[in-house]
């Protein structure tokens, strides 16, 4: 008897997980709360309304600090992770400010405080929303324990070009993606409810557009048309607000000439009106004054009032709102209300969160580094490893394998290998994949370790011989090379995202000894090794795999573990084909498989002698690795592909199936897409979209049936008029291992 797995499509996502993220309070505890709220802000000043809306980063016990606390200036307090500082300021707020309103302190917890998870974008190859929930819940335990209660997480910005150094905070290039798993961050953050102390409200962030950057240079330049705004950069947004997330950052970025600070019509029209959120809207740090780099306002106080108009609550470290607002209020520029409706959302969160019942951190016991956190970290460590490339299967070594030559930068790199947005995390807790070797399967095989580099960007090849020798003397190669953790994340954007350093010409070198050479990279982003690839054997990319990466590598070396790994985003050839991604439009002049290339152009060939299609002469049409791709030590067959009906009425829904056989020796696990093509429609459409998928494990030998849900309401989509639309018409739909392949039906939507 076949299995038979279910899940739901896009459409019914949010249904499902409705109140997924701690349900903030039951509606009798909402009302509860709004009458606390409006009970305290009737007795504020206007000097204390303000004083809510003012975000700075910590002075630690600076008297500039501790006066403005107590007289009600400041309503939160960044990147304070002393415990005992933190209950030193929460006091002088709680018993020496006239209304004893707590302090939110919060930081930048990414993907862990000091148990440190694999960067964001590598927990997105899992393609497993309990990774990501397990990571979010063991950030909040470890932070809450210091007395964070508030992070600027999860990420939600697609990214179509990888160059952007901010692609590994986020979850990868597809919106369906990123929304599942955007989702499953909040629950593991805020828990089943924010009072609960270990609850850490999450922050979706950068609102929006912020990945669309010109280039992929940060904070640069984002020209967004309605349809893809809609389409593809809110949606994620959308999802989290409607799952209940705390609160939401607005981006530094302008779309179509406006900066997200002080863009209404996202703070406040779509966000308020269309989409009902209320929770708290923060700037991000200093982009409200930033404006002004902007050309957009002519100093502070408009700044203020633009950013205020446009629907900002908190001004992030600008100081801004602080000194300006009161006199603005004064000059009858902006109204007290606009402030009133600001610091209600503010005070309706310190509420939600318990901290006027309990503002204090006290003492606690460590929870730092728990041996469930550990073992968290390394499962999320494995299933973000992706497999790209395993010629004779080269990977898991073999028992008759009884040497490695480990080489490499990132091979005992412990610092970069646990990635960049890392303010806590304790570089000495890094397990190395060296280490873990020499721990776990020292007594297997002989281990033959040469650096070969220092570093990333090393360009000093003294040891190069010294590696080399290594490689000889060893039955099988493993190359750890990559990116050290600076050279991704905020303001880390590269125009050249090969190997740095002298990683590609020690790879040449090892590859001349001939032996069994695998390449296992740790990077923010997918590195261009077009050029390398066929050199080696095999290619396990790893992202930055956090504190536990190199237990889990290990087991993928020696197959304790299985790769299950799939790409968040697509992997480019070289990076002149970028921004690059799956579910682009087909265009008029689509390119064919069969294309003439560079290398293969006659001499004065005819204008028009090699078609007229889009593609590159150089690079051709296709990426090195496509979205949705990765491999396992087993492999996966596809068969049965079934709809419930050919049609689906509006309102309506199909059910899809699809049996997945497991056709080799081990147990693995595949994660099955389901992607869709709307052939026709008033704007143009995606060549594919995901709308679902489903990571089911299969002993060898085993089929399942994997069965979704497709409903009509999965179908719409927004023109360019702004309008949400369902349009009747031909559908395409696929199953399968990736974006590039499955198995093909059809159905019509009446
Ligand atoms: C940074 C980032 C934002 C972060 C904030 C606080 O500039 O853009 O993601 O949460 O400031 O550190």
Redesign the pocket.
Known sequence: MKQVIRTVIVAMLVASVGTACGDKTSSRGNDEIDRKVEALLSKMTLDEKIGQMNQITSGGMQIYVTNQIKSGGIGSI?NEIDPLVVDSLQRIAVEESRLGIPILFSR?VIHGFKTIFPVPLGQAASWNPQVVENGGRVAAIEASSVGVRWT?AP?LDIARDVRWGRSVEGFGEDPYLTSVLGVAMIKGLQGENLSDPTAVAACA??FVGYGAAEGGRDYNTAMISTEQLRNIYLPPFKAVAEAGVATF?IS?NEINGIPNSGNGYLATEILRKQWKYDGLLVS??NSVGEMQNHGFVKDDAEAAIVALNAGIDMD?ENHVYAPNLKQLVKEGKVKESQIDDAVRRILKLKFQLGLFENPYVGKRESVFYAEDHLKKAKEAAIESAILLKNENDVLPLKESVKSIAVIGPMADAQHDQMGTWVFDGDKTHTVTPLAALRAEYGDKVKINYVPGLNYSRDLDKKQFAQAVAAARSSDVVLFFGGEEAIMSG?AHSRADISLPGAQKELIAELAKTGKPLVLIVMAGRPIEIYKELPLVNTYLFSFHPGTMGGPALADLIFGKAVPSGKLPVTYPKMVGQLPLYYNHKNTGRPAQDELPMIDNIPLEAGQVSLGCTSYYLDAGKDPLFPFGFGLSYTTFAYSDLQLSAQEIKTGGSIKVSCSVKNTGAREGAEIVQLYIRDLVGSVTRPVRELKAFEKVTLKPGEAKTVEFTLTADALKFYNNKDEEILEPGDYTLWVGPSSAEGLETSFVLK
């Open positions: 960044l930048d600027f990420m962030k950068h950052m530094f991000d740090w992030m905020e």
